[in-house]
């Protein structure tokens, strides 16, 4: 009776600590899906986890660092600044959200985890400029060097494009965003004053004001 009742302490002892250990791990946030805008072209493109070129991005950026480091002093001068990026990376992880955050059913929604750009310095080491919280506007930017064998897979599977001419500015995907919204609106109003116009037209002239007409002389 004695050895049972030891055994039945040991099996609950050993349950209550497996338990306690699952609970306490939490999973890490690693993305599954990946944007990326090529700003010398405007070309876009995406790929998901187990892909090729998901792969290859990954190994170069590696989204799981968190750290940063100092770069070329050249680089923070406010005449200067850093070369213009290869490609930008918004890093997105599938499955969240759903009800009550969203209207949309639980596992539709894709969270938007961080934003990397691929820059060249002048000797050829390859950097990534990080934007942790993309959704945020802040000054949280963040630097490291990527592997140079990584970058030389990845130049050569075609996965990086045509090098860039220098945009405009270094907001990457946002200025891609800021410009198809700008577009969508601009396409819409237009649509309102067509129909506002044509409907005016088929009302004809509010009542008491002469009607115009156009006379070819």
């Known amino acids: 009776m004695r050895r049972l009742a030891c055994g039945v302490a040991v099996t609950v002892v050993l349950l209550t600590a497996g338990g306690v250990s699952g609970a306490g791990a939490a999973p890490a946030e690693e993305p599954d899906v ?11 493109a995406s790929w998901h986890a187990g892909e090729p070129d998901f792969d290859r991005l990954r190994d170069l950026l590696d989204p799981s660092y968190a750290g940063t480091e100092p770069v070329p002093p050249a680089w923070t001068d406010p005449d200067g600044g850093p070369p213009p990026a290869r490609l930008t990376v918004l890093w997105g992880q599938t499955g969240v959200g759903g009800w009550p955050q969203t209207s949309r059913a639980p596992g539709g929604d894709v969270a938007m985890l961080r934003q990397d750009q691929l820059v060249v310095a002048g000797d050829g080491t390859p950097w990534v400029r990080t934007d942790p919280a993309p959704e945020t506007a802040d000054d949280d930017i963040r630097w490291h060097r990527a592997s140079r064998t990584a970058y030389d897979r990845a130049e050569a599977s075609g996965v990086l494009g045509e090098r860039p001419e220098p945009p405009a500015g270094d907001d990457g995907l946002r200025n891609a965003f800021r410009w198809a919204a700008a577009g969508l609106v601009a396409g819409v109003g237009g649509t309102l004053l067509a129909r506002r116009a044509a409907a005016r037209r088929d009302a004809g002239p509010p009542r008491g004001e002469p009607r115009h007409e156009l006379i070819d002389l």
């Open 34 to 44: 990946a944007v990326v805008v090529y700003p010398g072209t405007g070309r876009t």
